[in-house]
């Protein structure tokens, strides 16, 4: 279904995003308390899930690993970033929990990227295409005839 890396590392984004925000609104007292008394936000299993997405983007080359590892990379964006509030509020205010305004900034800056980043690519080989028509001109085919 999604086999670009890039629509897969939205999909996970979204995805994890809306699984975040449901148990957020389903059970707003969940967590998942590795050490006893201790809270520990979904962002930082993210910082450490785009830690283990870039080191695997450094081991491993083939196209399915790629697939896996940006599944892996749109899954850690989406626990980052959905608690991105946190980033732009303070913590201690009351409701920040809840506040959508850090995730619409995510969500713009990440639907510009994707809407500037393929027009930036393709003006940027622009020119080598058209040295290799310049080039293909230069030299005409040879005549048959002679």
Partial sequence: MFKHPAA????AFVLTVAAARLVSVAVPRFHLELIPGM???HYVYGI?????AGYLALMFKGPRATMWIALL???????TFDEFGFWVDPPFVRGVRWNTNGLLIV????????LLVPLLVRRARAPEQS???????AKPFPDPSI
């Fill in 107 to 114: 969500i713009v800056t990440l639907a510009a990227a994707g």
């Fill in 8 to 11: 897969r590392v939205a999909a």
């Fill in 48 to 52: 450490f899930i785009l830690t283990a």
């Fill in 39 to 41: 809270h520990i936000h």
């Fill in 73 to 79: 990379y749109g899954l850690g964006v989406g626990l």
């Fill in 131 to 137: 040295e290799v028509v310049a080039h293909t001109r």
